[in-house]
């Protein structure tokens, strides 16, 4: 008896059905049921999608505003006043995040870009390494065109691979390379076991949903590094037999979104990537919603449904985009991991510690000395990071996103190392460091988070979707006890990272702030 | 090496590839408690209530889609498990808030207040009819159930299939036969008595009532699901309608008898017409609604007591054209394939049938598989649901069949993408079909069936690529003038794809009735005795005899069409219909009725006062198909056991049983007892075939002929080591446009057929609230011609064939193309089977229903 077919993926129709219900969106407001019929008979999505689209991304619910006020952590902390549950008006939308968290508090104005403050403009954020040597910022001083990106060697790494697939696949895995968007899985067993899997059709993608508030190298290397982002993808679909790729970027990053659009043109153009070279490459755009920077949530947002996390296993990596095997790396990685093919496996392991080879893109947000992005090999400690970004009279900081780890001082000499933070219970996600100032108040940061959280939940699971709610309450309520409570269940018992890290940062606070008047 | 174990609360169990903890605790009986889970679907995790302990793993695993991996040591019943579960069932059952119940569809009922957003039903419908009614809108907190465009079921897309009330743990969405419905007495595993899919149900009871019916999870056919009509069209069984007692004609009315007088005066009249007129002044028509057991002894009744083979059933009127092409080119006049082979197969080609509507269960798997990645290719005149799905779909004009599947052919053997090994080792005539072919060209073909000769070509790529492939066909290429030659040329295609005896691909046509398999296996068929067995032939007659006490008559008999045409000339004076609604559902009625009524005796055996039976000197009472034991064989040879699951009402008796006492008045030394006494006759005067069937063997899941002996497993699929005829025979099929078509005063081409919510002449789906979601038969018709004709939608309008006329309300519909009509013929007063004409397949004499040349006339304002 033979094994059923796999799922094949389906050609992309010149617009896709979401970015139909956008532009219809834009255009004409909120839709009626009629409205609701109509648009399914266009875009082929049977009529619940679209309304569970229409009340699932924010961008759908809201609709399109000239003023989005970032209303992430750290620019919650630098002074602003939006709230991630604050409903959109006429005037304004809250967005999490901008990715500006060296500058906040940020605001994306239509026809301006970033500014900061009321009006300020954004200033660019510093990339400095602190590594003995660049593995991902090497290139961020901009090489966003393909001539000036081949000129400091973009693209030579991937011609150089052709027919040797499984040369960069043991490069991978020997580089011990890890994913640097939080989770931290060997990247290497990923590709394998898609290129192992059974099926006819393989998909690779890059994740470039930085959702977490607080960190912004995805984003700068989207807009500065366009082609080797590319390019890393390019290599990891050569390593996994992918015939179609694609790459994620949030709409909260609209320059991100011109420069990989132009760079997959010039890509196109000069043949290194195609159909007509056996690798498709398109850009998806998201829709407001933090939960598809999750792998899952974001594979149904490619396929067209409502933004929502489905459970593991089956991993993408057997079962994944239509059903077929897929990897779904985070930006960061790819880049690391083109690195690795064009250096070695030996170069990069001399990097970093035993357990975690490599570097670390740290964003330092704002309120310290020195924000921007600093690149630092594993084995560095907390401490030695935080006094680099210049951090002074802090009580404590938020590593790793809202989901990450609150880290008062005696906690500071933690070494950034994949293993060692597991053994400490501290979490690095994806590297964003947000300052805690001494004096900071806690349960209103903590109110903060648990808002975050019952907005970007995305109700899949029974905890994650009552509890983000009941959290906040308690919160609120300043009920310490009984959100540490609930928080332990949610974090027991739901479906993905998204409810198993929500309440630690939310418990941590109202610990510290025991302590506070 | 050693054994792959797991351990669960401490008890080594065995690894099972890909099994969840979930099913391997079920399987050692191991509780875990779930809300969201559903063996049918994916699991989707998301109530995480069936919680349990990993060792070794940070926090605790839903055991509904965690794989049991070797090592892995589970605690299902730990202190915290069961302390968070807890939590998390109270947390959401906790968290339901009241909205408005959606009461809208007759048979399903929406309460939001009890919904815990788990999503169940959504995976529900869109793994099982694919019809993606449900969704979860919103996030987090405001995560809610939407349904449809408005949370009216009624104005959805919903098929009313249920899957999802059976998917919801909460009662959320309920069944409304259920809600108030009497205490179950007893509960029956039995077979649907619809669509020819057979679909095993669990009919839930009193002594005389049904309550409810629902799908059996693990049945072979239908896997836990059905459909609208076998989960909840049952309420035509209770009917007040229902004949109960036999009536013997009076004059102009009828009289109500007992059986002992209606068996004895009917077996006196067959006596005294025999006497008088000879044999073949007698007829009978077997009823494909009814069990294998009747078929058989009303054809043996004839055969061996009155000494004729005038005998046949609604297989005629349908499915004779794909039979009798099977016959021809394969030996087997039955599908070559089983349905398990739609989910194998990576190339399925759908012509001339819409099994979403027509047989849902098995629309809805071939759906799935299209939407896995299967090729789908769909050949039909109307645009129907799987052709939106297709990869392409052939919108030809009806009746072109045959010159559409030629043009394939040509361009497939042009491409060389045929497979020469399957056809020099297996199959024979490919050399007169490439001569034939020679004088095709695509360009004409493409002019012929008004399709693009791109689209035409690409189907002959997909095809060559995507060889073997699974060939599901329907009556829009069998009930035509050139039926028969319309199934071979798709046989062709099959064989040139290498395809028939191959697993995941075939020859599937899809049975009409539950029963039309059998009633053709068990030779109800004016040339051909029990298997199939042609009477022409001297040693089956010897065979026969030897079981029967004497054998058949050497000439083949009429067929259902010559039987009320030698009715309407005098020449037949006796008919017995088993079921068959002759009046409603045969075509050229005016000729129909006319034989009808110029009968000496016609007896109806039927469980409604029929059209037909109002025309009967004697009508007798019938058991439905939830009221008697038996078996029926479905469109995959599949011989399944029927059960008794309620009492007849009043007097009504199963079919076979009033044959047998027919017979025994008229001298027979019929010994049977039971329904399985008939069996095991079957058996031995069909022994290639049902062998080795018997009821003892059918208890769960039935038995797919052949099955010669009683160690046989059966045969799921048929032509695999061999074609049963020797070799597959390609035979040239030249295309003769239809007398139908393109008539000038008659321009438009009319095809007749089924919606999803009623069955053929709906006689029972009429009874039950089904009626209420389709009311009327509608007349399909494209916006083009309604603008040309200035007819407005749903405006009353008279169709006029050459051979009658009638009146339907137009619905201006996008699955009809320009020129194109569709009608319905559910309800009697429609009257649709006046137009149809009576063109016949030479071979098979089926009907033309497929193509009717109209013209439409606007009536006059009033």
């Known amino acids: 008896v033979s094994a059923p077919p796999r799922r094949a993926l389906p050609q992309r129709p010149a617009t896709p059905p979401l970015e139909a219900l956008r532009a219809w969106r834009a255009a004409h407001g909120p839709p009626t049921q009629a409205d609701v019929v109509a648009l399914g008979r266009t875009t082929g999505l049977p009529a619940s999608t679209v309304r569970a689209a229409f009340e699932g991304y924010a961008d759908l619910r809201d609709g399109e505003c000239d003023r989005h006020a970032c209303a992430g952590t750290a620019c919650w902390l630098a002074g602003g006043d939006a709230n991630p549950t604050d409903r959109a008006s006429a005037e304004r939308r809250a967005v999490s995040c901008l990715g500006h968290c060296h500058a906040g508090p940020a605001t994306l104005r239509t026809g301006e870009g970033v500014v900061s403050g009321p009006s300020g403009p954004c200033p660019e954020p510093d990339v400095r390494c602190r590594a003995s040597r660049p593995v991902v910022t090497g290139r961020l001083d901009t090489h966003r065109g393909l001539a000036a990106a081949r000129s400091v060697g973009v693209w030579s790494a991937y011609a150089a691979a052709r027919g040797r697939s499984g040369d960069v696949l043991v490069a991978v895995e020997d580089a011990g390379l890890r994913g640097r968007g939080g989770a931290a899985f060997p990247t290497g067993w990923k590709w394998r076991a898609a290129a192992e899997a059974h099926g006819d059709q393989r998909v690779v993608i890059a994740n470039g949903d930085e959702g977490d508030p607080g960190s912004f190298v995805d984003r700068l290397l989207l807009e500065r590094d366009p082609h080797g982002v590319l390019e890393g993808l390019a290599l990891c679909a050569l390593a996994v037999g992918a015939s179609r790729a694609f790459v994620f970027v949030r709409s909260e990053y609209p320059s991100a979104q011109r420069a990989v659009a132009e760079a997959i043109a010039e890509a196109e153009d000069a043949g290194l990537i195609g159909p007509d070279v056996g690798l498709e490459v398109e850009m998806v755009v998201g829709l407001g919603s933090y939960v598809c920077g999750e792998e899952t949530a974001l594979l149904g947002t490619i396929e067209g449904g409502p933004p929502r996390v489905r459970a593991r296993p089956p991993f993408p990596t057997t079962s994944g985009l239509y059903g077929c095997p897929t990897v779904v790396d985070n930006v960061e990685t790819l880049v690391a991991a083109r690195w690795i093919v064009a250096h070695g496996a030996g170069p990069f392991r001399a990097l970093g510690t035993q357990e975690s080879s490599g570097t670390k893109a740290i964003s330092i947000t704002a309120d310290f000395e020195r924000t921007g992005v600093v690149e630092v090999e594993f084995g560095i400690s907390l401490r030695e990071v935080i006094a680099e970004a210049g951090g002074s009279d802090l009580g404590a900081v938020l590593l790793g996103g809202p989901m990450g780890s609150v880290l008062t001082p005696e906690r500071w000499d933690v070494v950034v190392c994949y293993h060692r933070m597991r053994a400490a219970g501290v979490q690095l996600g994806h590297g964003g460091l947000i300052p805690i100032p001494i004096g900071t108040d806690l349960r209103a940061l903590a109110l903060h988070l648990s808002q975050f959280m019952q907005e970007e939940s995305c109700g899949a699971c029974a905890p994650c979707r009552i509890g983000s709610e009941r959290l906040r309450d308690r919160v609120e309520a300043g009920d310490a006890s009984g959100a540490a409570d609930l928080g332990e269940l949610i974090a027991a018992t739901s479906l993905c990272a998204f409810g198993h890290f929500m309440p630690g940062p939310i418990s941590a606070l109202l610990a510290l702030a025991e302590g506070q008047p | ?862």
């Open chain 2, 1 to 862: 090496m050693t054994e792959e174990r797991a351990y669960l609360d401490g008890r080594a169990v065995a690894i099972e590839a890909g099994e969840t903890i979930l099913s391997a605790a079920r399987r050692l009986g191991i509780e875990i408690p779930t809300l969201c889970f559903d063996a049918r679907l994916a699991p989707h995790g998301t109530c995480r209530v069936c919680l349990v302990e990993v060792a070794g793993a940070e926090r605790p695993h839903a055991a509904c889609h965690t794989p049991l991996l070797a090592g892995m040591r589970v605690h299902t019943q730990s202190a915290r498990v069961v302390e968070l579960r807890d939590r998390v069932r109270a947390l959401q059952l906790g968290a339901t808030r009241p909205g408005p119940v959606d009461d809208s569809h007759p048979y399903l009922r929406i309460d939001p207040g009890a919904c815990i957003a788990c999503g169940a039903c959504v995976a529900a419908c869109d793994q099982i009819p694919g019809r993606s009614v449900y969704a979860i809108a919103g996030r987090g907190s405001h995560s809610h159930l939407v349904h449809g465009p408005g949370d009216q079921l009624a104005a959805s897309r919903c098929v009313g299939c249920g899957a999802c009330v059976d998917a919801c743990p909460t009662g959320a969405i309920t069944d409304r036969d259920r809600a108030c419905a009497a205490p179950v007495e007893r509960t029956t595993r039995s077979v649907c008595g619809y669509c020819g899919v057979g679909c095993e149900v669990e009919v839930r009871a009193t002594a005389d009532r049904v309550l409810s019916i629902s799908g059996i999870l693990g049945a072979p056919v239908s896997r836990g699901n059905l459909c609208i009509k076998g989960r909840y069209a049952h309420a035509y069984q209770s009917s007040a309608e229902r004949l109960t007692e036999p009536l013997l004609r009076r004059g102009a009315d009828f009289e109500p008898v007992g059986w002992d007088e209606a068996i004895s005066w009917l077996g006196e009249r067959l006596a005294t017409i025999h006497r008088e007129s000879g044999p073949g002044a007698l007829a009978a028509l077997a009823s494909s609604r009814s069990t294998n057991e009747a078929c058989y002894l009303l054809q043996k009744l004839f055969r061996v007591q009155l000494g004729t083979n005038n005998i046949d059933c609604c297989a005629r009127v349908c499915h004779s054209s794909t039979a009798a092409a099977l016959r021809i080119t394969t030996g087997t006049a039955a599908a070559s394939a089983c349905f398990d082979d739609i989910e194998r197969a990576g190339l399925i080609v759908v012509a001339g049938a819409n099994p979403t509507e027509a047989h849902p269960v098995v629309g809805a798997r071939i759906l799935q598989a299209a939407r896995r990645g299967a090729v789908l290719v769909v050949i039909d005149p109307r645009r129907t649901e799987l052709a939106e799905l297709a990869d392409v779909q052939l919108q030809l004009r009806a009746g072109t069949n045959v010159a559409l599947l030629t043009g394939i052919a040509r361009a497939l053997l042009d491409s060389g993408r045929v497979d020469q090994e399957y056809l020099r080792d297996r199959t024979e005539g490919l050399e007169d079909l490439r001569v034939m072919l020679q004088d095709v060209s695509v360009a004409d073909v493409a002019a012929i069936c008004g399709v693009d000769p791109a689209e035409l070509e690409r189907v002959a790529t997909l095809l060559g690529a995507g060889a073997p492939g699974l060939f599901v066909s329907g009556l829009g290429l069998s009930e035509l003038s050139q039926g028969v030659d319309s199934v071979i040329a798709l046989a062709n295609l099959a064989m040139l794809t290498g395809s028939i005896g191959r697993v995941g691909a075939g020859m599937l046509p899809l049975r009409g009735q539950n029963n039309v398999q059998g009633s053709a296996d068990m030779g109800a068929m004016p040339d051909m005795i029990t298997g199939y067995q042609p009477v022409t032939d001297p040693a089956v007659r010897d065979r026969a005899a030897a079981v029967w006490g004497s054998a058949p008559p050497a000439t083949p008999g009429m067929t259902v069409t010559e039987m009320t045409a030698a009715a309407s000339r005098g020449e037949l004076r006796a008919l017995w219909a088993q079921g068959e609604d002759l009046a409603q559902s045969d075509p050229y009625q005016e000729r129909v009725l006319a034989g009808l009524r110029r009968l000496d005796l016609l007896v109806v055996q039927d469980s409604f006062m029929s059209e037909t039976a109002r025309f009967a000197h004697l009508v007798l009472p019938a058991a439905g198909a939830l009221e008697q034991d038996g078996t029926f064989t479905n469109g995959e040879r599949r011989v399944q056991r029927v059960r008794a699951a309620v009492s007849a009402p009043g007097q009504a008796r199963p079919d076979w049983e009033a044959v047998r006492d027919v017979a025994l008045a008229m001298g027979a030394d019929w010994g049977y007892e039971t329904a399985a006494d008939v069996m095991d006759e079957v058996a031995r005067v069909a022994p290639q075939l049902y062998g080795g069937v018997c009821f003892d063997r059918l208890d769960v899941g039935g038995l797919q002929w052949p099955c010669p002996t009683l160690d046989h497993p059966g045969s799921p699929r048929m032509h695999e080591g061999g074609f049963a005829r020797g070799r597959g025979r390609l035979v040239p099929v030249a295309y003769i446009p239809s007398p139908e078509a393109d008539l000038a005063e008659h321009p438009y081409r009319l095809m007749t057929g089924r919606v999803l919510d009623h069955y053929n002449v709906g006689t029972m789906t009429r009874r039950t609230p089904n009626q209420t979601l389709a009311p009327v038969d509608w007349l399909e018709m494209s916006a083009a011609d309604a603008a040309r004709e200035g007819i407005g939608d749903r405006e009353t309008v008279t169709v006029q064939s050459r051979w009658g006329s009638i009146e339907a309300p137009v619905r201006i519909s996008e699955r009809v193309a320009e020129g194109s009509l569709f009608l319905t013929f559910h309800q009697p007063e429609t009257h649709t089977n006046r137009l149809v004409g009576p063109g016949v397949d030479p071979t098979s004499k089926c009907p033309e229903y497929k193509l009717v040349g109209v013209r439409i006339i606007r009536r006059p304002a009033v």
